[in-house]
Antibody
Framework: EVQLVESGGGLVQPGGSLRLSCAAS????????MNWVRQAPGKGLEWVSY????????YYADSVKGRFTISRDNAKNSLYLQMNSLRDEDTAVYYC?????????????WGQGTLVTVSS | SYELTQPPSVSVSPGQTARITCSGD??????AYWYQQKSGQAPVLVIY???KRPSGIPERFSGSSSGTMATLTISGAQVEDEADYYC??????????FGGGTKLTVL
């Protein structure tokens, strides 16, 4: 059974940093591209970042470019999101999502999310 | 930046057909996908490649696409279908994009 479990969320002050982790199991992690998607309270889904299976290709949404860094450790079956210079508007539930291809890249499995609150 | 536009809300009575639309300039060339998100839960894929249904998704869920508009149809909507629905696709640069979401009320 595919499982994605996020951790690392919490309360942080504006300008602070936080590192999210996503532990993957039930599939060959090193064969799949992965993403982070977030959802601000009461708002819609927002794609944040993508990393290919070998880490050779990385994309970011404009809203986080230059502040967030996605990475992965295939030996540990883990995905990470280093978040720096955090802003109030980064407050959200952050989901890690596995990417699959069927006509287009899409997300087939999601974790349950971890809440990040940016507030003074 | 690329946008997918959905109506904020749709309301139907149980047993009626609910239709949720998603418009985007790239949809004539890109597939649309639909996710269902119930309160406090992670999203679940209900339609992929415009009209295909993943295993385990009830037959009342269907999808279609024509021109710049994709449509999610729930035939005979049930109370348990009440949720937020998001369309998803990519732009010409393969950046991932979600629509703003549609709250479906069934009552």
């Amino acid at each position: 059974e595919v499982q994605l479990v996020e951790s690392g969320g919490g309360l942080v002050q504006p300008g602070g940093s936080l590192r999210l982790s996503c532990a993957a199991s039930g599939f060959t992690f090193s064969s799949y591209s992965m993403n982070w998607v977030r959802q601000a309270p009461g708002k819609g889904l927002e794609w944040v970042s993508y990393i290919s299976s070998s880490s050779s290709t990385i994309y970011y949404a404009d809203s986080v470019k230059g502040r967030f860094t996605i990475s992965r450790d295939n030996a540990k079956n883990s995905l990470y999101l280093q978040m720096n210079s955090l802003r109030d508007e980064d407050t959200a539930v952050y989901y890690c999502a596995r990417e699959e291809w069927s006509g287009l890249y899409y997300f087939d499995y999601w974790g349950q999310g971890t809440l990040v609150t940016v507030s003074s | 930046s690329y946008e997918l536009t959905q109506p904020p809300s749709v309301s139907v009575s149980p047993g009626q057909t609910a239709r949720i639309t998603c418009s985007g300039d790239a949809l004539p060339k890109k597939y649309a996908y639909w996710y269902q998100q119930k309160s406090g839960q992670a999203p679940v894929l209900v339609i992929y490649e415009d009209s295909k249904r993943p295993s385990g998704i009830p037959e009342r869920f269907s999808g279609s696409s024509s021109g710049t508009m994709a449509t999610l149809t729930i035939s005979g909507a049930q109370v348990e279908d009440e949720a937020d629905y998001y369309c998803y696709s990519t732009d010409s640069s393969a950046l991932r994009v979600f629509g703003g979401g549609t709250k479906l009320t069934v009552l």
